[in-house]
């Protein structure tokens, strides 16, 4: 008790307290997200997301080298697919010379040793905007598993290191996991987005892969009947425990800074790692904020992806790791 005891000798000055210090933010703890488009040349800032681009197949190359002499060893690929190539189920995504295919060649060829993760939606690929196919006003579950199997056996023939399907269909995991034992793919890994919430803070990602749910007759106008409730606590981990079941090697909450609860409650009930996404939503509105003088982008950044981290995170993507790492170097 006080006096003998007092907490503040700890907090004395900076020395003490980076002694003492409980999260450690390093470039190990990032994935990097990255937007691959069609073309040559092509480095496209993202209106939405300031500082983040879409990149070519050329510029993908650079940017993955760039990322290794940074320390960062983790990407996670999104495609933007053209408006021609589209349609309700997702045909182009089974294309081996398509657009992810050549992706992930292109980072292994750049940087053999980077890991790759891939995603898995229908999402880029359908001309409604779902993760699924579409049918009579409701998304087809078994249907477009079916799809999103085929997708990760495809990746992981290009090259991927890990598929990670976001789409939360249910029962996508252990379809995927047995096509992948079936085709000999033993060591590659699933990255299940499993607790993922039918969020609002998605916006600027869907501006960057032309991505949101079209407003026709018969489409759903969102994606409330795959994604969670944000309202829920209970059923992540529920989902969680179930994608664990059927073979996930690491699980996801997305998005992050509002289920820092959510993150805390799965950590303390599985014993995979855990991986949070930051959303472009909390990165578009740092961004902004900074830019208005309202705030000190660093002091927050570093703020944000710490909370994360000391939530339980033992993987972060985000949109700041390039910008956070040159901070802690």
């Given at each position: 008790?006080?006096?003998?005891?007092?907490?503040?000798?700890?907090?004395?000055?900076?020395?003490?307290?980076?002694?003492?210090?409980?999260?450690?933010?390093?470039?190990?703890?990032?994935?990097?997200?990255?937007?691959?488009?069609?073309?040559?040349?092509?480095?496209?800032?993202?209106?939405?997301?300031?500082?983040?681009?879409?990149?070519?197949?050329?510029?993908?190359?650079?940017?993955?080298?760039?990322?290794?002499?940074?320390?960062?060893?983790?990407?996670?690929?999104?495609?933007?697919?053209?408006?021609?190539?589209?349609?309700?189920?997702?045909?182009?995504?089974?294309?081996?010379?398509?657009?992810?295919?050549?992706?992930?060649?292109?980072?292994?060829?750049?940087?053999?040793?980077?890991?790759?993760?891939?995603?898995?939606?229908?999402?880029?690929?359908?001309?409604?905007?779902?993760?699924?196919?579409?049918?009579?006003?409701?998304?087809?579950?078994?249907?477009?598993?079916?799809?999103?199997?085929?997708?990760?056996?495809?990746?992981?023939?290009?090259?991927?290191?890990?598929?990670?399907?976001?789409?939360?269909?249910?029962?996508?995991?252990?379809?995927?996991?047995?096509?992948?034992?079936?085709?000999?793919?033993?060591?590659?890994?699933?990255?299940?987005?499993s607790a993922k919430y039918a969020s609002a803070f998605y916006g600027p990602?869907?501006?960057?892969?032309?991505?949101?749910?079209?407003?026709?007759?018969?489409?759903?106008?969102?994606?409330?009947?795959?994604?969670?409730?944000?309202?829920?606590?209970?059923?992540?981990?529920?989902?969680?425990?179930?994608?664990?079941?059927?073979?996930?090697?690491?699980?996801?909450?997305?998005?992050?800074?509002?289920?820092?609860?959510?993150?805390?409650?799965?950590?303390?009930?599985?014993?995979?790692?855990?991986?949070?996404?930051?959303?472009?939503?909390?990165?578009?509105?740092?961004?902004?904020?900074?830019?208005?003088?309202?705030?000190?982008?660093?002091?927050?950044?570093?703020?944000?992806?710490?909370?994360?981290k000391r939530a339980g995170a033992n993987i972060i993507a985000s949109y700041f790791a390039k910008?956070?790492?040159?901070?802690?170097?």
């Amino acid at each position: 008790m006080y006096p003998l005891i007092r907490p503040r000798r700890l907090r004395s000055n900076e020395a003490i307290r980076s002694l003492v210090r409980e999260t450690i933010i390093s470039p190990n703890d990032f994935l990097v997200p990255l937007f691959v488009v069609e073309g040559k040349g092509i480095i496209e800032e993202i209106p939405s997301m300031p500082n983040y681009y879409r990149l070519s197949l050329d510029n993908l190359t650079k940017e993955v080298k760039e990322l290794w002499n940074m320390g960062l060893r983790s990407v996670l690929l999104f495609v933007k697919v053209p408006d021609n190539l589209k349609d309700n189920k997702g045909s182009e995504a089974l294309n081996e010379n398509g657009l992810m295919q050549l992706a992930i060649k292109t980072v292994k060829n750049a940087c053999p040793d980077m890991l790759v993760m891939t995603d898995v939606a229908l999402d880029p690929y359908s001309s409604y905007g779902h993760d699924g196919i579409v049918a009579d006003g409701e998304i087809l579950n078994d249907e477009s598993v079916e799809v999103l199997t085929e997708m990760s056996v495809s990746h992981a023939k290009a090259g991927a290191d890990f598929v990670a399907p976001s789409d939360m269909m249910d029962g996508r995991i252990l379809s995927i996991r047995e096509a992948l034992e079936d085709e000999g793919y033993l060591n590659t890994g699933i990255m299940a987005y499993s607790a993922k919430y039918a969020s609002a803070f998605y916006g600027p990602f869907r501006d960057a892969l032309d991505s949101a749910p079209v407003d026709i007759k018969n489409v759903p106008k969102d994606k409330k009947s795959y994604q969670m409730d944000y309202a829920n606590r209970f059923e992540a981990i529920r989902e969680t425990q179930m994608d664990i079941d059927e073979g996930a090697d690491i699980v996801m909450v997305k998005p992050g800074l509002c289920y820092l609860d959510i993150v805390r409650e799965i950590k303390n009930e599985v014993d995979v790692p855990v991986a949070v996404y930051q959303v472009s939503g909390e990165y578009a509105m740092v961004k902004a904020a900074a830019e208005k003088g309202w705030l000190d982008h660093d002091a927050v950044m570093m703020e944000q992806l710490t909370a994360i981290k000391r939530a339980g995170a033992n993987i972060i993507a985000s949109y700041f790791a390039k910008d956070a790492v040159k901070y802690i170097s």
